[in-house]
């Protein structure tokens, strides 16, 4: 079945990240242990609340204010969430190639507009999609199936002729379900040759 539409995760396949380095930052400009931070984002669930839309960067600012102690502004609180990435160089000639084959590229990612916009501000490999679906716009996150149906629905055609890739291997097995043909990234290399075995790269 000829591929016509590529969805790509964002952290871990565009760009890695660090959640670590995250709970450094805020821990920076809080004063607050790490792990006091870890427990307050993650343990406490706020990373994935962002993530899914329920909870603004303004509140979350706010709710870092009154547990710290600490006035933060939430321009400084988006930055110490976002800068946490760095550019996969290796995936930005597969993208490219993509292109030119004439190939549509979705982006499908868990994240939120903090992470977004940090990435949009630093690196030029969000402009080779043509679409995104993020999970802080959705309203729900992989592996869930609606979040892959929000895909489907930007994909312009059926799922037999869609292709993922994701470093969760959960998440490539629940967009399998759909009938979307899925490749768990671990290196770029055998991302292309799976690409190259599919025919949609040569």
């Known amino acids: 079945m000829k591929i016509r539409t590529c969805f790509f995760d964002m952290g871990n396949v565009l760009v890695h990240f660090s959640h670590d380095r995250m709970c450094r930052n805020i821990a920076d400009i809080s004063g607050l242990p790490e792990s006091a931070v870890r427990q307050f984002l993650m343990t406490e669930q706020r ?8 909870l603004s960067e303004a509140d979350f ?14 321009e400084t609180v988006s930055e110490a969430l976002g800068d946490i990435f760095q550019l ?4 930005v000639p597969v993208l490219q190639q993509l292109k030119a084959a004439g190939q549509r590229l979705v982006l499908l ?3 939120s507009m903090a992470h977004v916009r940090f990435i949009e501000r ?10 995104r679906v993020l999970s802080c716009e959705v309203g729900v996150m992989k592996p869930d199936e609606p979040i892959f ?15 993922y890739t994701d470093d969760i291997e959960a998440y490539t ?3 399998a379900t759909l009938g979307i043909q899925t490749h768990t990234y671990r290196q770029t290399d055998l991302l292309v040759a799976e690409l190259e075995r599919l025919g949609v790269l040569r």
């Open 88 to 91: 996969n160089d290796s995936i």
């Open 47 to 54: 990373q994935w609340m962002m993530e899914r839309g329920e």
């Open 61 to 74: 600012c706010l709710q870092l204010s009154q547990y710290s102690g600490r006035t933060l502004q939430t």
């Open 149 to 163: 149906r929000a895909a489907l629905a930007q994909a312009q055609c059926p799922a037999e002729n869609c292709f």
């Open 173 to 175: 097995a629940a967009a």
């Open 109 to 111: 990612s868990n994240t």
């Open 122 to 131: 630093n690196f030029q490999v969000l402009n080779y999609l043509d679409a």
